[in-house]
T-cell receptor, first 112, second 114 residues
């Protein structure tokens, strides 16, 4: 049972490039979310989804896009990478939004 | 809207000493409360949760937390800290209403002295 799987684990991009961070869960959880973690700021919610076909913005959605075509997958797209998006990104899933979150191991992203 | 405050950014304790990490929340109804631990380079792991009932909840790794409604607090405690407890600890609130269903505090980094 893999839980929440994030790929890649590390990535370096140049300013202006685009990329997709992958997230997959095998627990049949309806609720999935993306966070970014920056020093001293805790985890900030980027986007979340309450089920396949339903997504919504979190606290810091600008510059990011998501889709949820299946229950298992919730990719995060950086449309045009900027240095301010250098961060550690975590994907999480849960049975419901207020229930305990299951986290992936994170993606460390550097934008040059 | 709900919010979570962890007033201590860093805490240093000696191995074997007791530990208390503070967490205050703001939410109009009874919240769902959580503590997570993050070791360096890892994701977050659930330590314990409070949904209802007994206000003192036990978690993994010898941790416990007490929900105090009158103080809007959910402090994490451990009677005797081990060097392996050095990590970052996050308090979180889950809400059944409101815009965001899950809010994290900014974290408390624990350092353990040998």
């Amino acid at each position: 049972n893999a839980g929440v799987t994030q790929t890649p684990k590390f990535q370096v991009l140049k300013t202006g490039q685009s990329m997709t961070l992958q997230c997959a869960q095998d627990m049949n959880h309806e609720y999935m979310s993306w966070y970014r973690q920056d020093p001293g700021m805790g985890l900030r919610l980027i986007h979340y989804s309450v089920g396949a076909g339903i997504t919504d913005q979190g606290e810091v959605p600008n510059g990011y896009n998501v889709s949820r075509s299946t229950t298992e997958d919730f990719p995060l797209r950086l449309l045009s990478a900027a240095p301010s998006q250098t961060s550690v990104y975590f994907c999480a899933s849960s049975i419901a939004g207020y229930q305990p979150q299951h986290f992936g191991d994170g993606t460390r992203l550097s934008i040059l | 809207a709900q919010s979570v405050t962890q007033p201590d950014i860093h805490i240093t304790v000696s191995e074997g000493a007791s530990l208390e990490l503070r967490c205050n929340y703001s939410y109009g109804a009874t919240p769902y409360l959580f503590w997570y631990v993050q070791s360096p380079g890892q994701g977050l792991q659930l330590l314990l949760k409070y949904f209802s009932g007994d206000t003192l909840v036990q978690g993994i790794k010898g941790f416990e937390a007490e929900f105090k409604r009158s103080q809007s607090s959910f402090n994490l405690r451990k009677p005797s800290v081990h060097w392996s407890d050095a990590a970052e600890y996050f308090c979180a609130v889950g809400a059944t209403s409101g815009t965001y269903k899950y809010i994290f505090g900014t974290g408390t980094r624990l350092k353990v002295l040998a």
